[in-house]
């Protein structure tokens, strides 16, 4: 029998900021990754689509520069 080694946790290569809209219409609080631009959200549940305020783009550069695109966020005792 071959043995298989222990499968090790993977660390995170990338990250993406998730923003809360609120829909107009069902009030459900829809995900959207973060939209830099104006753009459309869609609402998962009545599945209306409705305009958003995009996120500031410095900010969000900002935040992954901080934490080095996901990998400073990780927690140091399963490295």
């Known amino acids: 029998m071959s043995e ?6 993977v660390k995170p290569v990338g990250m993406e900021i998730v923003f809360y809209y609120l829909c107009p219409f069902c009030k ?5 990754v ?6 459309m ?3 998962d549940m009545c599945h209306r ?3 958003v305020v995009p996120a500031d783009e410095k900010t969000l550069r900002f935040v992954k520069a901080i934490l080095d695109n996901g990998k400073a966020g990780i927690d140091a005792d399963f490295i």
Do not use: D
């Open 49 to 51: 689509q409705f305009p």
């Open 34 to 39: 973060a939209p830099s631009g104006p753009s």
């Open 4 to 9: 298989k080694k222990p499968l090790q946790p």
């Open 41 to 43: 959200g869609q609402c």
């Open 28 to 32: 459900r609080k829809v995900p959207l």
